[in-house]
């Protein structure tokens, strides 16, 4: 039995978690009818309570703000219904969960836009990466650029989104400001060439992350408002030509928001975590809250940044796709289960609800 700080409990906000381990947000294209979370998901979802937090997959905040096909919403009541099975299911179980809140922008595609319309982004500049709609992967269409007068209802889909989640019973929200989505692609100066007081200098670019989760805190509250960046990403075709200062400044504000968390994507996300230099003390030294880190996380390397205090907790993606028990089997060293990669995106309950547990006698899904 391990002793590592990884299961020591940890107070974030009003929220006691027993254990150090995240389930971090993961895409699973699996709500298959009107973006409602699918039935199996309360079941997915209720596996995996014993993390000391769960994020659910990101949730589009709007129609305009999803980008692949069957990923969840919380812009409607049906969604918001449908989400509460999840909730109930989790805390029944004894577990708390925070609902990660989307907005793709420019990585997207017109057949999944209201009207058909074109994608939005900071600046008419298409991505250079695929999305999935229709059944296959296809290039994302090229956006156009937001008006200065569409920007307020972009922060209040987010404001109103939380506020949905918080009527489905999730205990705070995560707002996905990384990945290069929307509000990751304001905050680049690769995507981002806006003249406007949305683009040009690092206050500029950051205004819209930050006029969101101002606006989500003033709804639900900073102590259940968290969120998501990736300073250093190329995901989704994003870049930035000085990230140090910019999200610097970034979590400086965010700070000053008495935000509950940030969790930071160390690296390039789902890939190398030295892909490109980065100071990441210095976010966590200029933040008060909870830092979860993530990417790439094994045991070892998160007991090694929880014994030097350059993280409170760490979230696990991969692993907690094929393992429902995972605090346990990394309580107990036990080997973990090996995810399914075809299964990952789409489908039912194969590579979604089958994945053994401890003891449980079925061999993982092949
Ligand atoms: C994988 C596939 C589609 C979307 C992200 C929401 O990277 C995603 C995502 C991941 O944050």
Redesign the pocket.
Known sequence: MSSAKLFDSYKLGPLTLPNRVVMA?L?RNRALEGQVPNPLAAEYYGQRASAGLLITE?SQVSQQGQG?QDTPGIFSPAQVAGWRKVTDEVHKRGGRIFIQL?HVGRISHTDLQPGHGAPVAPSAIPAKTKTFVGGKFTDVSAPRALELSEIPGIVDSFRKAAANAIAAGFDGVEI?G??G?LLDQFAKDGANKRTDAYGGSIENRAKLMLEVTEAVVKEIGAERTGIRISPVTP?NDVSDSNPQPLFDHIVDKLNALKLVYIHVIEGS?GGPRDYAPFDYASLRKRFKGAYIANNAYTYDLATEVLAADAADLIAFGKPYISNPDLVERLKKGAPLNEPDKATF?GGGAKGYTDYPTLGSAVEPAE
């Open positions: 947000p895409t990101a692949y989307w996905h990384a990945n989505y995901a996300t995106y």
